[in-house]
Each structure stands twice: as structure tokens, then as C-alpha cells.
């Protein structure tokens, strides 16, 4: 069993920055994804950057030159940077990882960009 535990998010203004960070229950294993997904209201939940151990990225097009995913595989933890943040960011992020092909979910973090 995985546990993901969130950190980060907040209420920003627009054009602004946060660091979302995700901490893995324990550092005794290796996590094969990690990354973030995010649902905003009456919205299904979507990709936002995904990493994988060796370092493979991929991001979403909204966030593309705008959020940067990086992980410390030796602590299992990921973190989110998103700069140039819009009100359309507005969500609740999810950190996401993966052991042994069974996916692991976060609790989430509000995101709130407000214009």
C-alpha cells in the first residue's frame, strides 16, 4: 500500500507561482510514475505532468512552459512549480504514482488562481 500526502496549494493570484510537493508514504520501494492530475468543478479529471523514474516527462498542453514537474526518487516525492498561473487552474490537483503497475492516489490540494 501506497500512501501520497499533498502539499502547496492555495488561493494565488493570477500570473502568480505555487510549488505543489507530494511525499510518498515510504522511500523502501520504487515508484514508477509520479505526477499530478487535476479536476476542476463539473470538469472531468486531467493529465497535468507525469515523470517516470528514469526521468521521461510528459506534460499537458495547458501547462506546457508554464509548470515543471521534477521528483527526488530516493524520497518517492514529486513536486509541481507552476508559474504564469491562470484563473482556468483552478482545481484540485491529485498527486498520482504507480508500484508495480497499481496506481496510487493523493487526497488532492485546492488550487484556487483568482483574477
Known amino acids: 500500500q501506497v500512501q501520497l500526502v499533498e502539499s502547496g496549494g492555495g488561493l494565488v493570484q493570477a500570473g502568480g507561482s505555487l510549488r505543489l510537493s507530494c511525499a510518498a508514504s515510504?522511500?523502501?520501494?520504487?515508484?514508477?510514475?509520479m505526477g499530478w492530475y487535476r479536476q476542476a468543478p463539473g470538469k472531468q479529471r486531467e493529465l497535468v505532468a507525469l515523470?517516470?523514474?528514469?526521468?521521461?516527462?510528459n506534460y499537458a498542453d495547458s501547462g506546457k512552459g508554464r509548470f515543471t514537474i521534477s521528483r527526488d526518487n530516493a524520497k518517492n516525492t514529486v513536486f509541481l512549480q507552476m508559474n504564469s498561473l491562470k484563473p482556468e487552474d483552478t482545481a484540485v490537483y491529485s498527486c498520482?504514482?504507480?508500484?508495480?503497475?497499481?496506481?496510487?492516489w493523493g487526497q488532492g490540494t485546492q488550487v484556487t488562481v483568482s483574477s
Open positions: 498520482y504514482a504507480t508500484k508495480n503497475g497499481v496506481a496510487y
Open positions: 515510504s522511500s523502501s520501494f520504487i515508484l514508477g510514475v
Open positions: 515523470m517516470t523514474s528514469g526521468g521521461t516527462i
